[in-house]
């Protein structure tokens, strides 16, 4: 079980990503451009967090 900050930590991370995607879905793709490497980022990182 993992401890309460992680649980945190976890949650925030998510919530980043599915609002960034959501961000790269509904403005043009150069006003979000600055959200991509993070968004990219932070997928990795569940991706390792899962595995």
Partial sequence: MP???E???LLVV???VV???IVLLLVPF???APFVP???FF???LYLYRT
């Fill in 7 to 9: 649980s945190l930590s």
């Fill in 30 to 32: 150069d006003v979000a």
């Fill in 43 to 45: 997928v990795v990182v």
């Fill in 19 to 21: 609002v960034a995607s």
């Fill in 3 to 5: 401890n309460p900050a």
């Fill in 38 to 40: 993070l968004l990219l």
């Fill in 14 to 16: 998510l919530e980043f």
